[in-house]
């Protein structure tokens, strides 16, 4: 029996997992199931040291294989940013909106040729022992300069995929999950749970 602890509060990144993991694993836990779990912070210079910091957290303290994730949106045009601080590039609690509004005003003089970005995802695997296996994943788009959809979670309504003609926010889920970052990434941790990782 496969069960991993996904360490994230966020419900939309713990449904889009649960979707994704579907039939590989026999359970998922999430961090409500053990409320009293040490906080992680977040320090790392690196999607994968953040990823790896928060699963070996979980694995070492509930003794259950852990699975996290760090992702973040990099604008070129931005240096880079949001970067590893896109959950909270307007500050410690910051909403969705918060960041969305924030990357607007910085993004507001931008012309649409420099309106380059990706997504990218981190997906740490630690077991109780130390041992971490990570898992990555991009995707390519396009910022808006309004958002647009009412679906997703994060950056996804400026986020615009040209081959799809939408957003992430107005893709259906299942869509939006073979082509995202994070489907990508938990896409290559499903094929290692599988035992079919290509070599």
């Given at each position: 029996m496969i069960e991993l602890l996904v360490a994230t509060a966020n419900k939309g990144k713990?449904?889009?997992?649960?979707?994704?993991?579907?039939?590989?694993?026999?359970?998922?836990?999430?961090?409500?199931?053990?409320?009293?779990?040490?906080?992680?912070?977040e320090d790392g210079l690196t999607f994968e040291e953040n990823a790896c910091?928060?699963?070996?957290?979980?694995?070492?303290?509930?003794?259950?294989?852990?699975?996290?994730?760090?992702s973040g949106l990099v604008v070129?045009?931005?240096?880079?940013?949001?970067?590893?601080?896109?959950?909270r590039y307007s500050g410690i609690g910051a909403s969705d909106a918060d960041n969305n509004r924030k990357l607007l005003r910085e993004m507001a003089d931008l012309p649409a040729a420099q309106r380059a970005a990706y997504f990218y995802c981190a997906v740490a695997l630690c077991f109780p022992d130390g041992t971490c296996r990570t898992f990555c994943g991009t995707l390519q788009g396009v910022m808006l300069d309004a958002p647009r959809g009412?679906?997703?979670?994060?950056?996804?309504?400026?986020?615009?995929?040209?081959?799809?003609?939408?957003?992430?926010?107005?893709?259906d889920s299942g869509v939006k999950n073979d082509?995202?970052?994070?489907?990508?990434?938990?896409?290559?941790?499903?094929?290692?749970?599988?035992?079919?990782?290509?070599?």
């Open positions: 713990m449904k889009e997992i649960g979707q994704i993991l579907a039939g590989y694993v026999d359970r998922l836990y999430c961090l409500a199931d053990f409320p009293d779990l040490p906080e992680v912070v910091k928060k699963a070996l957290s979980a694995a070492r303290a509930t003794g259950i294989p852990s699975v996290a994730d760090d070129e045009a931005l240096g880079g940013h949001p970067g590893i601080r896109s959950a009412a679906g997703g979670f994060g950056y996804d309504p400026l986020f615009f995929v040209p081959e799809h003609g939408k957003t992430l926010a107005e893709l082509i995202s970052h994070r489907g990508k990434a938990l896409e290559e941790l499903r094929k290692y749970l599988s035992g079919q990782e290509c070599a």
